[in-house]
């Protein structure tokens, strides 16, 4: 079992920043794949970015350059450093992890980029 907690969401004017954290606690020793994904409102949800426990990373297109993800192993969590953000960023962002073959996610964290 794995419970993942964001936090960090909120509201920004485009060009700003934000920086999500999502922390993973449960029955294990160790998670290999960590994401982020995004859902924004009538739209389906779509990965953001993904890092695997050695730091490779895969980033959509519509966010390179602006976002990063990294990972604490030691503490089981992942961040998304959100920079340069645009409206077309607003969107329900939640935490992915996969242990066993099963997938879990996080509850999510509202990012609104309006002015």
């Known amino acids: 079992q794995v419970q993942l907690a964001e936090s960090g969401g909120g509201l920004v004017q485009p060009g700003g920043s934000l920086r999500l954290s999502c922390a993973a606690r449960?029955?294990?020793?160790?998670?290999?794949?960590m994401g982020w994904y995004r859902q924004a409102p009538g739209k389906q949800r779509e990965l953001v970015a993904r890092i695997l426990s050695d730091g490779s990373t895969n980033y959509a297109d519509s966010v390179k350059g602006r976002f990063t993800i990294s990972r604490d192993n030691a503490k089981n969590a992942v961040f998304l450093q959100m920079n340069s953000l645009k409206p077309e960023d607003t969107a329900v962002y939640y935490c992915?992890?996969?242990?066993?073959?099963?997938?879990?996610w996080g509850q999510g964290t509202q990012v609104i980029v309006s002015s």
């Open positions: 449960g029955s294990f020793f160790s998670l290999n794949f």
């Open positions: 992915n992890t996969w242990l066993a073959s099963r997938e879990y």
